[in-house]
Nanobody, 125 residues
Framework: VQLQASGGGLVQAGGSLRLSCAASGRTFSSSGMGWFRQAPGKEREFVAAINWSGGSTLYADSVKGRFTISRDNAKNMVYLQMSSLKPEDTAVYYC???????????????????WGQGTLVTVSS
Protein backbone atom coordinates (compact mmCIF):
# COMPACT_ATOMS: atom_id res chain seq x y z
CA VAL A 1 0.00 0.00 0.00
CA GLN A 2 1.28 3.44 -0.92
CA LEU A 3 -0.27 6.52 0.68
CA GLN A 4 -0.29 10.11 -0.52
CA ALA A 5 -1.63 12.78 1.81
CA SER A 6 -2.73 16.18 0.56
CA GLY A 7 -4.89 19.15 1.44
CA GLY A 8 -2.76 20.87 4.02
CA GLY A 9 -2.23 24.61 4.07
CA LEU A 10 -2.50 27.81 6.03
CA VAL A 11 -5.83 28.61 7.67
CA GLN A 12 -7.01 31.05 10.30
CA ALA A 13 -8.19 29.88 13.67
CA GLY A 14 -11.82 28.82 13.47
CA GLY A 15 -11.48 27.81 9.86
CA SER A 16 -11.77 24.45 8.15
CA LEU A 17 -9.65 22.18 5.98
CA ARG A 18 -10.15 18.77 4.47
CA LEU A 19 -7.20 16.45 4.21
CA SER A 20 -7.20 13.63 1.70
CA CYS A 21 -5.19 10.44 1.59
CA ALA A 22 -4.99 8.53 -1.68
CA ALA A 23 -4.11 4.87 -1.30
CA SER A 24 -2.91 2.35 -3.81
CA GLY A 25 -3.00 -1.38 -3.31
CA ARG A 26 -5.55 -4.14 -3.39
CA THR A 27 -5.85 -4.42 0.38
CA PHE A 28 -7.01 -0.86 1.03
CA SER A 29 -10.68 -1.73 1.38
CA SER A 30 -9.79 -4.34 4.00
CA SER A 31 -7.55 -2.08 6.05
CA GLY A 32 -8.15 0.16 9.01
CA MET A 33 -6.87 3.69 8.35
CA GLY A 34 -5.64 6.38 10.66
CA TRP A 35 -4.52 9.97 10.82
CA PHE A 36 -1.68 11.07 13.08
CA ARG A 37 0.03 14.42 13.49
CA GLN A 38 3.35 15.75 14.64
CA ALA A 39 3.76 19.30 15.87
CA PRO A 40 7.15 21.00 15.92
CA GLY A 41 9.24 19.69 18.78
CA LYS A 42 6.63 17.12 19.79
CA GLU A 43 6.10 13.42 19.26
CA ARG A 44 3.69 12.14 16.67
CA GLU A 45 0.23 11.63 18.12
CA PHE A 46 -2.99 9.92 17.18
CA VAL A 47 -5.79 11.99 15.66
CA ALA A 48 -8.45 9.68 14.22
CA ALA A 49 -9.01 6.19 12.88
CA ILE A 50 -11.63 4.39 10.83
CA ASN A 51 -12.23 0.70 10.33
CA TRP A 52 -12.27 -1.06 6.96
CA SER A 53 -15.97 -0.47 6.27
CA GLY A 54 -16.22 3.03 7.70
CA GLY A 55 -18.68 1.82 10.26
CA SER A 56 -16.48 2.51 13.24
CA THR A 57 -14.42 5.57 14.04
CA LEU A 58 -12.15 6.66 16.86
CA TYR A 59 -10.95 10.13 17.78
CA ALA A 60 -8.43 11.72 20.09
CA ASP A 61 -10.13 13.74 22.80
CA SER A 62 -8.43 16.88 21.53
CA VAL A 63 -10.23 16.72 18.18
CA LYS A 64 -13.49 15.03 19.09
CA GLY A 65 -16.44 17.04 17.84
CA ARG A 66 -14.27 19.11 15.50
CA PHE A 67 -12.72 16.53 13.15
CA THR A 68 -14.42 13.83 11.11
CA ILE A 69 -12.70 10.89 9.45
CA SER A 70 -14.33 9.16 6.51
CA ARG A 71 -13.40 6.88 3.65
CA ASP A 72 -14.51 5.99 0.14
CA ASN A 73 -13.39 2.47 -0.66
CA ALA A 74 -14.52 2.78 -4.28
CA LYS A 75 -12.01 5.59 -4.73
CA ASN A 76 -9.34 4.29 -2.34
CA MET A 77 -9.53 7.53 -0.38
CA VAL A 78 -9.56 8.53 3.27
CA TYR A 79 -10.49 12.00 4.41
CA LEU A 80 -10.09 14.10 7.50
CA GLN A 81 -12.51 17.01 7.70
CA MET A 82 -11.18 19.52 10.20
CA SER A 83 -13.35 22.31 11.55
CA SER A 84 -13.03 24.92 14.28
CA LEU A 85 -9.29 24.74 13.86
CA LYS A 86 -7.05 26.00 16.62
CA PRO A 87 -3.40 27.10 16.56
CA GLU A 88 -2.55 23.98 18.54
CA ASP A 89 -3.74 21.89 15.58
CA THR A 90 -0.70 23.10 13.65
CA ALA A 91 1.29 20.03 12.66
CA VAL A 92 2.32 17.73 9.87
CA TYR A 93 -0.54 15.29 9.37
CA TYR A 94 0.15 11.72 8.30
CA CYS A 95 -2.21 9.06 7.06
CA UNK A 96 -1.47 5.45 7.85
CA UNK A 97 -2.79 2.04 6.87
CA UNK A 98 -3.05 -1.00 9.08
CA UNK A 99 -2.63 -4.53 7.74
CA UNK A 100 -5.89 -6.23 6.70
CA UNK A 101 -5.65 -8.59 9.66
CA UNK A 102 -4.72 -5.84 12.04
CA UNK A 103 -6.47 -5.78 15.38
CA UNK A 104 -5.22 -2.45 16.58
CA UNK A 105 -5.45 -0.69 18.89
CA UNK A 106 -5.83 1.84 16.13
CA UNK A 107 -4.85 4.74 18.33
CA UNK A 108 -1.31 3.32 18.46
CA UNK A 109 1.31 3.85 15.78
CA UNK A 110 2.47 0.26 15.95
CA UNK A 111 -0.92 -0.89 14.63
CA UNK A 112 -0.02 0.59 11.23
CA UNK A 113 2.53 -0.68 8.76
CA UNK A 114 2.22 1.88 5.95
CA TRP A 115 2.65 5.64 6.24
CA GLY A 116 2.19 8.54 3.89
CA GLN A 117 4.64 11.42 3.55
CA GLY A 118 2.64 13.96 5.55
CA THR A 119 0.95 17.25 4.75
CA LEU A 120 1.51 20.46 6.73
CA VAL A 121 -1.39 22.22 8.39
CA THR A 122 -0.71 25.66 9.84
CA VAL A 123 -3.39 27.42 11.87
CA SER A 124 -2.79 31.09 12.54
CA SER A 125 -4.26 32.91 15.51
Amino acid sequence: VQLQASGGGLVQAGGSLRLSCAASGRTFSSSGMGWFRQAPGKEREFVAAINWSGGSTLYADSVKGRFTISRDNAKNMVYLQMSSLKPEDTAVYYCAAAPPTGLGPFSRQYAYNYWGQGTLVTVSS
